[in-house]
């Protein structure tokens, strides 16, 4: 259910750039849209399962100033800046790019404790930025092959991530996700939606449009969240967490097998670089928390 899950995620990029390159779709209207109609589905489904308490996370202020926060800063700021990057782009390269999220993360971290990143998390560090220079030069230093835009907004999206990350904080912990992802999403569509105005968007309407569309807003959110957050029930976090890093995976394969999009072998290389930082970073979190672990009483 992870591994589905987190193909999900990449086969949702891959028709985020299907609608970019073949239907004239942009990427202010189609996060406009996923947020609305996926959160609309999400808040669904927390009613369905909880009913009349889907509603609690308003009964007080200050949770709700801050699920309004998470769903402008947090996720439609992330979602704006994924689908920029695909758009200028491929799904395969900015799924890449913002993986480097966790490695940002590992900073804000070592920062707040007050120390240096040592072990591990070094080789992390080093990997992470060995593959955007390859990815970005292909080993070159006179030549980019990745666009200035392409890489501003990949890393905005890492950035973006970091904050999608971090910034729900405690939300989390005291409601469940379908409440602060539901009605962040909606919430984040709303104001996106006012903003952009999808509906004077002109783009090509046809079967491909509304399949692409269907696989961004149902499959890539409700479908994949569901799916990965069965998993991680079953297997924990740890296990769910690197299970789902199939996703940046399975957004490099469908883009070049459905869409046609062309890797060098550089490409490859430096996504490899990137995503074993992921992993590294991963199993040097894994290696702390058992030497931090106490036996039992």
């Known amino acids: 259910m992870a591994l589905i899950g987190g193909t999900c995620w990449g ?28 959160g609309l589905l999400l ?15 308003f009964q007080k202020k200050r949770d709700a ?33 913002q993986y480097l999220s966790p490695v940002m993360i590992l900073f804000v971290v070592c920062i707040r404790e007050r120390r240096r990143p040592k072990g591990l998390e070094l080789a ?22 990745i666009t200035g835009q392409a890489l501003f907004w990949g890393l905005l ?4 991530s970091v904050i999608y990350t971090m910034l729900p904080g405690g939300l989390i912990i ?31 309407w046809d079967g491909g449009t509304w399949g692409a569309l269907t696989g961004v807003i149902v499959v890539g959110t409700a479908l994949a969240f569901a799916l990965y957050l069965q998993g991680v029930s079953m297997i924990g976090p740890l296990r769910g967490s690197i299970l789902a890093s199939v996703e940046p995976i399975s957004a490099v394969i469908l883009s070049v097998l459905w869409l046609g999009t062309a890797f060098e072998t550089a490409d490859f290389l430096g996504f490899v670089l990137i995503l074993s930082a ?9 290696k702390r928390g058992k030497t931090t672990e106490r036996p039992a009483d």
Request: net charge positive; with cysteine; glycine share 10%.
């Open 11 to 38: 086969f949702s990029g891959c028709c985020g750039q299907f609608l970019f390159q073949q239907k004239g779709a942009q990427a202010p209207w189609l996060v406009s849209l996923r947020l609305f109609f996926a």
């Open 43 to 57: 808040i669904a489904a927390g009613f369905c399962i909880h009913g009349k308490r889907n509603l609690e996370i």
């Open 65 to 97: 100033l801050h699920l309004l926060a998470f769903s402008l800063c947090g996720i439609t700021f992330c979602q704006f800046t994924y689908f920029m990057a695909i758009q200028a782009s491929n799904a395969g390269t900015a799924t890449v790019l």
């Open 124 to 145: 992390a560090i080093g990997l992470s930025v060995l593959g955007t220079f390859v990815l970005g030069t292909h080993g070159d230093i006179h030549t980019f092959h």
């Open 157 to 160: 999206a890492a950035v973006s």
């Open 174 to 204: 005291r409601y469940d996700i379908y409440q602060v992802l539901g009605f962040g999403m909606f919430f984040g569509g709303v104001a996106m939606s006012l903003a952009v105005r999808p509906w004077s968007y002109e783009l090509v």
């Open 278 to 286: 992921v992993m590294v970073l991963t199993l040097a979190q894994q």
